[in-house]
Nanobody, 122 residues
């Protein structure tokens, strides 16, 4: 099982980034997929999740309206489009797979990627 996240980097406040996550080694289409982030010295927090079909998406209040999660089951990919980035968005971003419904609880996710660093300068 592998979740390979990429697309992080350094961006100025107000800028955009698109994170990608490529999945392998499990039945991707059966899993909800989520993005979480962890800032230095803070706990990991929920960012966004999408159900296995892509029909339902949920966002943290802090990113709602700025971030968009999407997936393509044929390509085994999930993306997080981030717009109007703020310094508070600086963190390591992780993609993860949830065997059940796409939830906000990280304990429900069974597979995790290695993370990609996003740094937003003011």
């Amino acid at each position: 099982v592998q979740l390979q996240a990429s697309g992080g980097g350094l961006v100025q406040a107000g800028g955009s980034l698109r994170l990608s996550c490529e999945a392998s080694g499990f039945a991707f289409g059966d899993y909800g997929m989520g993005w979480f982030r962890q800032a230095s010295g803070k706990e990991r927090e929920f960012v966004a999740t999408v159900t296995w079909s892509g029909s339902s998406k949920y966002y943290a209040d802090s990113v709602n309206g700025r971030f968009t999660i999407s997936r393509d089951n044929a390509k085994r990919m999930v993306w997080l489009q981030m717009r109007n980035l703020e310094p508070e968005d600086t963190a390591v971003y992780y993609c993860a797979a949830d065997k059940g419904l796409a939830t906000k609880n990280p304990n429900n996710y069974v597979y995790w990627g290695q993370g990609t660093q996003v740094t937003v300068s003011s």
